[in-house]
């Protein structure tokens, strides 16, 4: 079944210049960019969509992070396409990451992990919207 995901390219990767490298990966795995933005991220953007997180005490730290350099905000599209990105990204710890997974590949540490991708169909949708309108994917 064909379905969309969202993704991020976290600071720690397009500061290290590694964004045609995280997408071929994604492409290589089967998985469409049907949209792609780099943007500085605002703290209220990202505190927004880490909301989730905002009695953990990692949040603020989260925040600063992701405000910290440019992302790359990204719509991806393929079969199954939610589970596939969390395969292909890898465990959130890098060190636990399977070879070949952008986790692996690039990740710094647990905090600088380089991606993150939607964790279901619904969150996806919702992650999508915060960030592009349905005339930004073009399939």
């Known amino acids: ?45 990202a505190k927004k ?5 905002a009695e953990r005490p990692f949040y603020g730290e989260l925040v600063e992070f992701m405000t910290s350099a440019p992302v790359v905000v990204q719509v991806l599209e393929g079969d199954n396409a939610v589970a596939r990105y969390r ?19 690039y990740a710094e540490s ?3 992990n380089s ?4 964790d279901s169909a619904e969150n996806a949708k919702i992650e999508i919207a915060q960030f592009f309108t349905d005339a930004d994917i073009v399939g």
């Not at 089967?30 to 703290?43: C, D, H, S």
């Not at 969509?49 to 997180?53: M, R």
């Open 49 to 53: 969509f880490y909301e989730v997180h």
């Open 1 to 45: 079944m064909t379905e969309r995901t969202f993704s991020i390219i976290k600071p720690d990767a397009t500061r290290r210049n590694l964004t045609g490298k995280v997408n071929a990966v994604i492409e290589d795995a089967g998985l469409r960019i049907v949209a792609q933005r780099r943007i500085k991220m605002t703290e209220a953007q």
């Open 115 to 118: 991606v993150h991708g939607s």
């Open 110 to 112: 647990v905090g600088e």
């Open 87 to 105: 395969e292909v990204m890898g465990a959130t710890n890098p060190a636990q990451a399977a070879d070949g997974t952008i986790r692996k590949l």
